[in-house]
């Protein structure tokens, strides 16, 4: 009885030990970049928006208005050297030109729309791909970003964006086609580029 008993939790563990091997090896570099890009990803949101919100409460929406227009580039520059990646915004309906979405980050504005539509979309969605060299790993990866009450004053109805507010963006961006959002919105991306 012992001996078979033996045998039977042998053969298990030889059997645990195949499909163990046959399983793909995870890539651990891979999935510390993941990690690593994400989170410095939800950081620059963050402190993005704290900079946006102190500003709205200091000067209202037009002082912050004029204020980001300009900090969102610097601010996107400084945290990506800061970082040692490539971190930027993008959108579909572009206030700025230099936020216009390449071909990956398209697809996954689509995808992530479709994924919305589908209802299987949570806060923790994120999308990425890996590019591949003989000299270095380039992990491409994005987060979406959703409307929230506050944006509506600079990206809602016309109604709800103030007479000198659409006064300023026109002169500032004439091309622009961020408004006529509603909370819970696709706005965009935060797309992060790094090497690993
Ligand atoms: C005070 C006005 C104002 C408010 C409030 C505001 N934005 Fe913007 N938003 C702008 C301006 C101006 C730009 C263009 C910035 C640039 O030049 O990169 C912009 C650009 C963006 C972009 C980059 C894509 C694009 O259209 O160029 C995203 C994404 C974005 N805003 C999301 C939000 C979200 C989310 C909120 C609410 C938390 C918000 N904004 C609130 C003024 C505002």
């Not at 200091?58 to 970082?83: H, I, R, W």
Request: charged residues 30%; contains cysteine.
């Amino acid at each position: 009885m012992g001996r078979i008993l033996i045998l039977v939790v042998t053969s298990v563990l030889i059997l645990a030990g195949c499909v163990k091997q046959v399983e793909p090896k995870k890539d651990v570099k891979l999935e510390e970049a993941k990690l690593t890009a994400s989170k410095a990803a939800g950081e620059f949101m963050k402190e993005l928006k704290t900079i946006l919100v102190a500003e709205m409460k200091k000067g209202g929406p037009e002082s912050a208005l004029n204020v980001c227009s300009d900090t969102a580039q610097e601010f996107a520059k400084t945290y990506s050297t800061m970082k040692g990646m490539e971190l930027r915004r993008v959108s579909f309906m572009n206030r700025n030109e230099a936020n216009v979405p390449d071909d990956a980050e398209l697809m996954w504005l689509k995808e992530c729309e479709n994924m919305m539509k589908a209802d299987n979309f949570n806060k923790d969605t994120v999308f990425f791909r890996v590019e591949r060299s003989a000299k270095s790993n380039t992990l491409h990866l994005a987060k979406p970003i959703l409307l929230v009450e506050e944006c509506v004053v600079c990206h809602g109805t016309n109604e709800q964006i103030p007479g000198n507010i659409k006064k300023l963006i026109a002169e500032k961006y004439p091309n622009d086609k961020a408004v006529n959002f509603s909370p819970g919105d696709l706005r965009g991306l935060v797309s992060v580029k790094m090497k690993f």
